[in-house]
């Protein structure tokens, strides 16, 4: 099974001057969501399927799989190497070695080259090759009828295999917070992206036009924003003043655990929905906020501070 892959493009916003930044924020079709072009619509997603693959060993190596078990039908169906390396697109001295390769770790000869006479020599498969044809295509039938039920047997399989596919993930932000795109504010360069996570508290994230139709985003689309830890800023609000920052990212928190180092604290807030998030701050600065487990803070953060990704 082939584990999710993940796209990060070049999300750093530019200058909202139309002066500096040439034809593209002169363009209406890529400045007004009305009157975009449709065939530049983002591209449909496949459903997740449960995948995988079947091949034979002999011993520690391996004698072939679905690609050379291609290649001995083709030679059963052509005659020749030269017709069977072509129809599987293969060089011909490709075909020869993997031939070579499958006589040797079988025991015994799979391919037989017939002595040319009146009508021109050939290639031809013994009955062990034929028989391996045959076992092959009905274990693949098999395991492609186990691979159906498989996934049919398993409840929300796709929703499982996403998160599976996050969690593998790696990068060096600390946060990773998964959401649904909820709305899309379009700008002559730079897009305002809302990602709202399963507490109901929303990240707003700026990133270029270009790279909001690169990743495919739209409204209710699922994405994930990368926060590097010391891009975030902690605050604790004194006799519930309103807080004015040109931050624009506020997240409201209890604190949860704070790991001090010999410079700087590690600060971890549990969001509503039981999402984390995590701050580097100084110990002076830990000290001067008094936070401590149990602590109510907020978690700020500049929307050019949120790197957007989604799944392939």
Do not use: C
Request: aromatic share 4%; hydrophobic share 45%; proline share 5%.
């Amino acid at each position: 099974m082939k584990r999710p892959s993940w796209r990060l493009p070049d999300m750093s916003p530019k200058p909202e001057n139309p002066s500096k930044v040439g034809p593209r924020a002169t363009n209406p079709s890529a400045t007004n969501p009305n009157t975009a072009d449709p065939s530049a619509a983002a591209p449909i997603r496949e459903p997740v399927e449960l995948g995988g693959s079947v091949w034979f060993q002999s011993g520690e190596q391996t004698l072939g799989g679905a690609a050379r078990i291609a290649l001995l039908a083709a030679i059963r169906d052509t005659g020749s190497i030269t017709g069977a390396a072509k129809a599987v697109g293969m060089s011909y001295k490709a075909a020869w070695d993997a031939i070579d390769t499958m006589n040797n770790l079988a025991g015994e000869p799979l391919v037989a080259r017939a002595a040319g006479g009146k009508g021109g020599g050939g290639t031809t498969l013994t009955p062990r090759a034929v028989r391996l044809i045959d076992t092959f295509r009905a274990i693949e039938h098999e395991h492609r009828r186990f691979l159906e039920r498989a996934g049919a047997a398993i409840d929300g399989f796709a929703n499982d295999w996403a998160l599976i596919g996050r969690m593998g993930m790696k990068t060096s932000a600390r946060n990773q917070l998964y959401g649904k795109v909820t709305s899309i504010r379009r700008g002559a360069v730079n897009d305002e992206v809302s990602l709202t996570l399963p507490g109901g508290q929303t990240i707003v994230s700026v990133l270029t036009h270009e790279s909001t139709e690169t990743l495919g985003l739209t409204e209710g689309a699922a994405a994930f924003a990368l926060v590097k830890a010391s891009w975030v800023m902690l605050i604790v609000e004194e006799d519930g003043a309103p807080l004015k920052l040109s931050a624009r990212n506020q997240l409201r928190g209890m604190v949860h655990s704070v790991k001090r180092g010999a410079v700087n604290a590690e600060v971890s807030m549990t969001l509503d929905g039981g999402v984390v998030i995590t701050a580097v701050v100084t110990n002076e600065s830990a000290d001067a906020l008094g936070v401590a487990d149990g602590t109510a803070a907020i978690a700020a953060f500049k929307a050019s501070s949120v790197i957007l990704g989604v799944s392939d």
